[in-house]
């Protein structure tokens, strides 16, 4: 019994992580339509800001987070301007191979400033934990979880309490319906882009806590990204958490009970299930599609 | 690198085709000011290709650069046979097609005197049929796995002192030394899916089981695993007092955090390839690393004549410590220019049969090759000790004469 409540503590905050890693992915996608395969390289430059600043001033790295989620902001609306609005124009199917181009550049640079040997934060706490009688609680993935809920909430709020959130929102569901009743589009896109590449900074800053990475790491994380939206439901905040959490379970059942070397197989085969069962995604929606422009 | 989508891959296969064969024409051109069929005269050519560009481009540069001092040393002392050593070197962008076709022109098309290795078992396992095939000597500087050596080649030389075969030997002695009573009773083995770790820790099985260490647990898991701590729970659970981990990179700090988090710590630890990365002490915190054991094919610090030299040399030119693959590339050359030199001319055969008879005295020890080009050596035990990697065996080549038996509990 114990074993079982401790692998369930262990999935449930490994899912906490990967909510924090992947919502600023399905926000992007869900309001733009913008697959963002740049995700993973955003990811990993938010580690190795979180990673620097924490090297030279010594704060602690997922307060850093919060400095780091306002320089991936203004990372995320130079992308919007410079790469993905000059794409969409063309073709919005480009974005795509332009965000992917992204990636491999990305990469590239950030191995040229700070090399490829492999880094992590190790502030006081990361690797202890909270005992519970005999049950453990790893404080870095605690603090990572509550980071997450907090940031999926901030989201949530942004979305519906705000103008801001308000016009996103209503470009989701028509740009042209936007457009008519005085909404500037262009600018709600660039801070849509914006505040989802803002959520890099903060899981970038958890991931260098919680694990060791190199410019290559990105590869790893938009792979698992991916499959927790699959999961979730292309584009809805509350599947990517719950794709997360039933991921992160999922492989903390698969490690304790069945066999490690199937861990990092059960995504995929979660993937070909749900598509199987429910191609949407487990909150997905299937929508009506606007009209081509004539 | 393991897990990317397939539409990636292959994006990255045709860009590292592209950067290869835009390189190797590059490299086509400007060695068309080379030698030109070999003569007796002029500068000694030696020819390789190695992985410049592609996935593995950063850790071959140290390769590279091994080779780069190693010419640059033999000339500066006159060179070989009194002649000039000049490097040929072309691009394989770590593919094993690009590696076969470069290694085929330098031998047809630009007849280099010498050829010198490529890295990974992954390329060497093609290359050396090419180099046996045309009979030139080939002496590699990594590409460990046993397959290359099944084949009995005649003229294929590996510049490790071991290869995986013998990673457990003297871990396995350290433990039948110890007074039966203080020995490990029970161990866990934990390994990453690959080939290396795999064989090794099957060895590290066969031969703990037969000093009566009982195996509590086993696992291998997949090479992208990122998260340990279901199981190092896993393993606090088996409560082994000796935990071998088959570990190839970040696997390792990455399994020690977990099992901090989880609060185990086994009496005795050893892992491979990971306590030898520099970023292993500040990965898991220095204190944390005392004790723990692995096994290396080198060492700046082993006393064997010119390794010292050869590592402040090398970091007062490249302004940084040499890493494996430069000491081996340099060990490469070091055993080719010794049979050169005794046989006195540029004859292959002659080459070849000299290797498989004597010792050649290199950087990472003295080295013998049994028929089919395999070392006869042992990998050095080395052990964390006082945030320094210390070489515990043998004792020919020990830094530190003590061995911490009980790792002490994390920090």
Known sequence: MTLLLQTLIFGVLIGGVYALMSSGFTLIFGVMQVINLAHGALLILGAYLSWWMWRHTGVDPLLLGVGTSVIMYGVGWLLHKAVVSRVQRIDPGLTLVASFAVAIAGEGVIALVWGTSRHSATPSYFNTSYHLGSLIVPKAQLYACLGAIALLGLLFALLHGTFLGRSIRACATSRDGAALVGIDVDRCMTQMFAIGTATTGFGGAALAVLYQFIPDSQDVWIGRVLCIVVLGGLGSLGGAAAGAVLLGLAESMTSAYWDTRWTTAVPYMLIIAILLVRPQGIFGTTLRREGAPA | MHHGNATRRWMRAITAASTAAALTLTACSSSSTGTKGRSSSGPITIGMSLPLTGPVADNSKGGYQGYQYWADEINAKGGLLGRKVKLNVLDDGFNQNTAIADYTKLIGQEHVDLLLGTFSSFLNLSVAQVAERNKYVYIEPSGGADSIFA?????????????????????????????????????????????????????????????????????????????????????????????????????????????????????????????????????????????????????????????????????AKFKGAPSEDAANSYTAGQVLAAAVTAVGKIDQSAIADWLHSHTVQTIVGPLSWSSSGQPKGSLLLAQWQSGRLQIVAPSSAATSKTVVYAKPAWQ
Request: charged residues 15%; glycine residues 6%; neutral net charge.
């Open chain 2, 151 to 315: 084949r009995n080649f005649k003229y294929l030389f590996f510049a490790q002192p071991a290869t995986t075969k013998n990673l457990p030997d003297r871990f396995v002695s350290l433990i039948q030394s110890m007074p039966a009573a203080q020995r490990p009773k029970t161990v866990a083995f934990v390994t990453q899916d690959d080939p290396n770790t795999s064989e090794a820790a099957g060895l590290f099985k066969t031969q703990l089981a037969g000093l009566g260490v009982r195996s509590v647990y086993n696992s291998t898991y997949a090479p992208d695993t990122s998260n340990f701590d279901a199981i190092a729970n896993s393993i606090k659970q088996a409560n082994p007092e000796l935990v071998v981990h088959g570990a190839l990179g970040d696997d390792g700090p990455s399994l020690i955090r977990s099992f901090q988090k989880v609060g185990f710590s086994p009496k005795m630890l050893f892992q491979t390839n990971s306590p030898a990365d520099p970023s292993y002490a500040s990965s898991i915190g220095a204190s944390n690393t005392e004790g723990t054991f692995t096994a290396l094919a080198y060492s700046s610090e082993a006393p064997f004549p010119g390794n010292s030299a050869f590592v402040s040399g090398y970091t």
